[in-house]
């Protein structure tokens, strides 16, 4: 089973951007649908972005379109989110995600294969 590991999460201002980084061993990436999940607290873990195994299609959440990019290096095993034009609403803890069994990461946490430990991400007003 493929471990991931997320980083890039920190503390910036509203309007600043982050690069969140997640760093898979284990397994090939090449094989999987890859994403990023959200969770603010005390809410429930929800969808932010997805790309297909051939990296050239992806998806996102309505509220991150046209600032954040999803990306991926299956060379370096690594999945990438860019993410400008932060807002305080922003503010969670990131996840990676990793799907074996679909072209997609489901957009239902509960669907998805692996998982990361997360990295936080702040944005102060």
């Known amino acids: 089973q493929v471990q991931l590991v997320e980083s890039g999460g920190g503390l910036v201002q509203a309007g600043g951007s982050l690069r969140l980084s997640c760093r898979a061993s284990?397994?090939?990436?090449?094989?999987?649908?890859m994403g990023w999940f959200r969770q603010a607290p005390g809410k429930e873990r929800e969808f932010v972005a997805t790309?297909?195994?051939?990296?050239?299609?992806?998806y996102y959440t309505d509220s991150v379109k046209g600032r954040f990019t999803i990306s991926r290096d299956d060379i370096k095993n690594t999945l990438y989110l860019q993410m400008n034009s932060l807002r305080p609403e922003d503010t969670a803890v990131y996840y990676c995600?990793?799907?074996?069994?679909?072209?997609?990461?489901?957009?239902?946490?509960?669907?998805?294969?692996?998982w990361g430990k997360g990295t936080l991400v702040t944005v102060s007003s």
């Open positions: 995600a990793a799907q074996l069994t679909s072209d997609y990461v489901p957009t239902n946490a509960y669907g998805v294969d692996s």
């Open positions: 790309i297909k195994r051939s990296g050239i299609t992806t």
């Open positions: 284990g397994r090939t990436i090449s094989m999987y649908a």
